[in-house]
């Protein structure tokens, strides 16, 4: 399975980017995704998650600005980042599991997710 990052940049904070990740996986809409972050010096913290039943959750250091979302049709999910904080600055990567399911916990912990794009890096000043 591959998983392609797009839609990093750099944006002033309070501004908004969108992230997409591609999956190559056949049975993507069967399949719990998620967004992780890593800022530098940091250990990598989930963001968002989405359910294969289309359920999300998100940590609560994004909620009310951030929103997950996927396009079945074209095996991609999105990060929608609205009010970017400068603490955002960090690489975003998208990581998918084997089962449909996920929640909160799910985002407390990369070993909950079997697959990762290589990040695409995100700079908010």
């Known amino acids: 399975v591959q998983l392609v990052e797009s839609g990093g940049g750099s944006v002033q904070a309070g501004g908004s980017l969108r992230l997409s990740c591609a999956s190559s996986?056949?049975?993507?809409?069967?399949?719990?995704m998620g967004w992780f972050r890593q800022a530098p010096g940091k250990e990598r913290e989930g963001v968002a998650a989405?359910?294969?039943?289309?359920?999300?959750s998100y940590a609560d250091s994004v909620k009310g600005r951030f929103t997950i979302s996927k396009d079945n049709a074209k095996n991609t999910v999105y990060l929608q980042m609205n009010s970017l904080k400068p603490e955002g600055t960090a690489m975003y990567y998208c990581?998918?599991?084997?089962?449909?399911?996920?929640?909160?916990?799910?985002?407390?912990?990369?070993?909950?997710?079997?697959?990762w794009g290589q990040g695409t890096q995100v700079t908010v000043s």
């Open positions: 990581a998918g599991r084997t089962d449909g399911n996920c929640g909160v916990w799910y985002l407390t912990t990369t070993s909950a997710f079997q697959y």
């Open positions: 996986e056949p049975t993507f809409s069967r399949r719990c």
């Open positions: 989405i359910r294969s039943d289309g359920t999300t």
